[in-house]
């Protein structure tokens, strides 16, 4: 028997709105959905996307715990931090008095004036030392993706990326930045259960049990302390795969990016980024997740001289 005529137009007009459904939740590279990790369901992630030198995400989101997940498809190593800014403080502030101060003190910087680069930072404006870095996505290299599961509280949020190109300009400066509002309802998600502890501190270092099995691992990361180092940034944790034979002192002096050539894109070779998570208030914890194969690996910190500080360690998976 055939469809009536009414019968077809409500499908079509169905189907429409399915279409500008669909439209309006990936406009900004956000996907809603599910994800079984160690047997622990996580719902509402949150996509985040980066092609070239951009940060695709949604506008909004509740506050609490939320797992973000950061497809990296561009050809450079990124990394994404969230700002919580003062009241009343927008990304227009941010793009007037603050990334042109940081982008002339690093010109300075790349040119080997040091001194007067980080004489620059002075020119910040007295509200954006009441900025807190409240976690992020650690360090991922090209087309691989990161998750990391943060609890944020409500407010306006700066989201950014501040690896730098070759020539020494911050991604932010080619505007690889955008704003979130983290509203005042509550995500219903629930802290996660870690199957990897670990705990950072500027006095201890990185600390963690180094016996780990391959597969896939829920890592937390406990800020016991925070503090901000020579390079003006606190500490964080990053995972990365080493491969044999590399030197691993590149790595340590390539993250540190108060220096000319550090953060600097591309990365070095030899180095594979696997996210983690990055600068937190003291007391918080965040989790990343992370396919473990076969091979070498180390957690480090970006801080400059992460190794004499214990902010770099090794670990081995075997079969």
Not at 27 to 49: A, L, P, S
Not at 296 to 316: G, Q, W
């Amino acid at each position: 028997m055939k469809e009536s005529s009414q019968s077809n137009r409500f499908k079509g007009i169905l189907f429409l709105l399915l279409i500008m459904l669909f439209t309006a939740n990936c406009k900004r590279g956000v996907k809603i959905g599910k994800t079984n990790v160690n047997e622990e369901i996580r719902e509402n992630f949150i996509e985040i996307v980066t092609e070239s030198m951009d940060i695709q995400l949604i506008d909004t989101i509740s506050s609490g715990w939320n797992t973000f997940r950061y497809h990296n498809n561009s050809k450079d190593t990124h990394l994404i931090l969230f700002d919580k800014y003062p009241e009343g403080k927008t990304i227009e502030d941010a793009e007037k008095y603050v990334v042109p101060v940081f982008q002339k003190g690093m010109d300075f910087i790349t040119a080997g004036n040091s001194e007067e680069g980080f004489a620059e930072f002075n020119n910040l404006p007295e509200w954006f030392f009441s900025v807190i870095y409240s976690g992020g996505i650690g360090l991922i290299s090209p087309n691989k993706t990161a998750e990391t599961t943060l609890k944020l509280e409500p407010g306006y949020y700066i989201v950014e990326c501040y690896v730098k190109m070759e020539n020494g300009m911050f991604h932010t400066s080619m505007g690889m930045s955008t704003s979130l509002i983290v509203s005042d309802e509550v995500s219903e998600n629930k802290e996660l259960v870690p199957t990897v502890s670990v705990s950072i501190s500027g006095e201890e270092g990185i600390v963690f049990n180094d016996t780990i099995k391959m597969g896939k691992h829920v890592f937390s990361v406990y800020f016991k302390d925070q503090k901000s180092h020579e390079n003006f940034l606190g500490h964080d944790v990053n995972l990365v795969k080493v491969e044999e034979g590399v030197n691993v002192k590149t790595l340590v002096n390539w993250i540190n990016w108060a220096e000319p050539t550090g953060l600097i894109s591309p990365a070095p070779d030899g180095f594979t980024f696997l996210g983690g998570v990055n600068d937190m208030p003291a007391g918080g914890t965040g989790y990343f997740t992370a396919m473990l194969e076969e091979g070498n690996y180390v957690l480090i910190s970006e801080v400059p001289n992460a190794d004499s500080k214990n902010m770099l360690k090794y670990f081995t998976i075997s079969n």
